[in-house]
């Protein structure tokens, strides 16, 4: 059996960080993590093939080699994923989906042979049997969580890793939290399901055999589902990188309480984290008790920020607007806190209800859903009728993103972010680095536009915060991917 894996093309959004790519002489962000583990779950005898479409062109050559193709997609690549179910059609090639795309809508996709909905572990091997024994079924979906103790390492043999800027792993799936608007209790569950150490450490072996050095991203639901396990893992983690020399530097997602355990902040610094996306949502507490983030109310969340910076990791935060209970002042109190809180990464998005959540069934009920979300972060578009003014909110959107991103209001912010941040350095800058070091001289210091405000930073970096200069670079240069993903949606 011959299978072509194919993975869509993602649109250009703040998170696949496209305008950054060429100062790493990369092609893609990341590499489709969830394709690579259905292709080790598949029979060791069939032939494979995988087209990451953010990385090479698909062709009709390649599709017709294949009996079967399949796709795997988030919401976000909707758009190519159609496109290729198209071709696929024209072509008459029997096409496999899953993922989240096909998971919460697949009932927009009549046209898709075989749908395996949820996670790959406990329906594909199902399929895998039926079209053995020649009577696939259409849809084969799992009302229990898999054990991923038991989920193989992911085909990596499959891609050229040197294409992408980052590699990702996967500790744990599921989060103990339930924010209205999100999809992971649906998709995940609640209770974090872990790998054993020792698998997690193979996958970190595999990818340094196969020459992995650099960015890895845990890309867990919430990493610190279950801290009494993630200690445990992470120092495991700081022996490994220790004898491997700090080959990887460690980025993953992780709820607020993080900061309520210093110990865990600690083994997480000393194991090579050096980044940590979390979900902010909103400075005012009314909008936090909408949408059940508990774990963020009642506490100083920019000290919060502060503390985690403190402990030598640099916070990413996620920002929404559009909630019921969003007071006219919110656009300007998300700016502030923005500013104040140095997060520099600030993802902010409208609120968008997603298939299934808690949102999208009470917004159903209250018959003001519009239409399904594109899932896509710079979508300037509510798919429900909000509480207050659609217009304001949509200007209101507009101004943070435009503030935010501006050349003075960012670079102040990596300032501010470089007074807090105590990084543990360890490990060189490698080729990479170096290269989009001197590319951000001339992109950022002689042929762009705020080269006063690129200059400023680089000379505070050298001689006030030499600790943080590879991250000030790093984060001069993610500037840029902003302001050109705000320029391409007319802001
Ligand atoms: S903490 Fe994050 S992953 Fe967990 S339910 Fe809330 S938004 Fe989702």
Redesign the pocket.
């Known amino acids: 059996m011959k299978i072509l894996l194919v993975y869509p093309k993602y649109p250009n959004t703040f998170w696949s960080f496209k305008h950054v790519l060429k100062f790493v002489s990369k092609k893609a962000a990341y590499p489709p993590l969830g394709l690579l583990t259905v292709a080790a779950i598949l029979p060791g005898n069939w032939e494979k093939k995988l087209v990451d479409m953010n990385v090479d062109s698909l062709d009709d050559t390649d599709l017709k080699w294949a009996d079967y193709v399949f796709i795997s997609a988030m919401i976000t690549q909707k758009d190519s994923a159609i496109e290729v179910i198209n071709k696929c059609k024209q072509l008459n090639i029997k096409i496999v989906g899953g993922g989240p795309l096909f998971t919460t809508g697949y009932q927009e996709f009549e046209e898709v042979d075989h749908l395996i909905l949820g996670e790959a572990e406990s329906s594909l091997p199902i399929f895998l049997k039926d079209l053995q024994e020649g009577k696939p079924q259409k849809r084969y979906a799992s009302d229990t969580w898999p054990n991923v103790s038991k989920t193989p390492v992911p085909l990596w043999s499959l891609i050229n890793v040197k294409h992408y800027a980052a590699m990702l792993v996967q500790y744990s799936r599921g ?1 103990p ?3 209205e608007f ?1 999809d ?2 649906i998709l995940n569950g609640h209770k974090p399901r872990t790998k054993e150490i020792d698998q997690f450490i193979r996958e970190f072996d595999v990818l340094y055999e196969h020459g992995w050095r650099g960015a890895v991203f845990v890309v867990d ?2 990493f610190i589902g279950n801290k009494n396990k993630v200690k445990k893992l992470l120092r495991e983690l700081i022996i490994w990188m220790e004898k491997h020399k700090h080959p990887f530097s460690l980025l993953t997602e992780s ?1 607020l309480n993080l900061v309520d355990d210093e110990e865990l902040m600690e083994l997480m610094v000393m194991a090579g984290f050096r980044r940590v996306f979390v ?1 902010i949502e909103s400075p005012a507490e009314e909008s936090l008790v909408e949408c059940n983030k508990f774990q963020n109310r009642n506490r100083n969340m920019i000290a919060a920020i502060k503390k985690i910076q403190n402990f030598g990791m640099e916070v990413q935060g996620g920002f929404i607007v559009g909630f019921d209970n969003d007071p006219p002042s919110i656009f300007d109190r998300q700016i502030k806190f923005i500013q104040e809180s140095g997060v520099v990464t600030a993802m902010v998005g409208l609120l968008n209800a997603l298939p299934e959540t808690k949102l999208y069934k009470r917004l159903k009920k209250e018959c003001r859903l519009l239409a399904n979300s594109s899932g896509n972060n710079t979508d300037i578009s509510l798919n429900f009728i909000p509480k207050m003014d659609n217009e304001l909110i949509i200007d209101g959107y507009k101004k943070i993103l435009s503030t935010i991103y501006s050349h003075k209001k960012y670079y102040e912010r990596i300032i501010t972010f470089l007074q807090e941040y105590h990084p543990v350095r360890r490990g060189k800058p490698d080729f990479y680095d170096c290269m989009a070091f001197l590319k951000s001289i001339w992109f950022l210091g002689i042929v762009g536009k705020g080269k006063k405000y690129y200059w400023k930073l680089l000379l505070l970096s050298l001689f006030k915060y030499r600790r943080g200069l590879t991250e000030a670079i790093t984060l001069a240069i993610y500037g840029l991917h902003f302001r050109r993903v705000l320029r391409d949606l007319d802001l």
């Open positions: 989060c939290f339930d924010c999100c992971i209790p639901d919430n709820s979900g």
